[in-house]
C-alpha cells in the first residue's frame, strides 16, 4: 500500500511482465537489441522473420540470469532456444522461458508472524515454437505460438480472495526485411 492511501488491496496490472526481460545475454550486453542484430538462435524472440537468413542448419542457446542478483539471491531467468533449417527458405524453432523468482512470505496483514498465510516460490514460464519463411532473398515473415504460465500464488486462499495459477496462449507475427547497404560504390 502506498503511505496515506487506505489499505485496500492494489492489483497489480502488469500480466507476466517476465516475457519483456531480454533473455539472451549478448542482446542484453548491447542495450536490448536483438531486434536489430544478425539472425541467430535467439531470434525467434525478437523476431520470428529473422530465422529464415540463418546460414547454419541448426542451432542451439542457452543463458541464465541472477535477476536483480544485487537485491536478492534466488531470483532466476533461464532461456534455452534451439532453431532447425527445414530447406533454404524454412525455418522452425522451440524455445522456452523460466522465470523463478524465489521464496516468498504471504501475510494478509501487517504482522508478519501473526497474519502469516504461508511461504510460496512463484514461477513463471512461457513455451513457445516458431515457423519462419523466405518470401524474397531480402523479405521473410515468421509466426511463433506461445503457451504461457504464472503461478505467482500457488493456491492461496484469503477467504474473500482466492488466487490461482493463470495460464495463455498468444501468436506473434514477424516481417524482416534485410538489405545490403553501398557505400562509394561497394558493399558494406
Excluded: C
Excluded at 3 to 11: E, F, L
Amino acid at each position: 500500500n502506498v503511505i496515506g492511501q487506505d489499505s485496500t488491496n492494489h492489483v497489480i496490472t502488469t500480466a507476466v511482465p517476465f516475457l519483456a526481460i531480454t533473455p539472451d545475454a549478448r542482446a542484453a550486453g548491447m542495450g536490448d537489441v536483438g531486434a536489430a542484430m544478425s539472425p541467430d538462435a535467439n531470434s525467434s524472440y525478437w523476431n520470428a522473420g529473422k530465422l529464415a537468413f540463418i546460414d547454419k542448419g541448426y542451432g542451439v542457446s542457452g543463458s541464465y540470469t541472477p535477476w536483480l542478483g544485487k537485491i536478492i539471491n534466488d531470483m532466476n531467468i533461464f532461456y534455452l532456444s534451439g532453431f532447425y533449417k527445414i530447406t533454404r527458405t524454412q525455418t522452425i524453432a522451440a524455445s522456452m522461458k523460466y522465470f523463478d523468482l524465489g521464496e516468498i512470505q504471504f501475510n494478509n496483514g501487517p504482522d508478519p508472524i501473526a497474519n502469516n498465510l504461508g511461504r510460496f516460490n512463484p514461477r513463471e514460464y512461457a513455451f513457445d515454437v516458431t515457423y519462419s519463411q523466405k518470401l524474397t532473398e531480402q523479405l521473410g515473415i515468421g509466426g511463433s505460438l506461445r503457451y504461457i504460465n504464472s503461478n505467482l500464488t500457488g493456491a492461496l486462499s484469503t477467504g474473500a480472495n482466492d488466487a490461482r495459477p493463470g495460464s495463455s496462449v498468444a501468436v506473434d507475427l514477424g516481417f524482416f526485411y534485410t538489405k545490403e547497404l553501398l557505400s562509394n560504390g561497394s558493399n558494406l
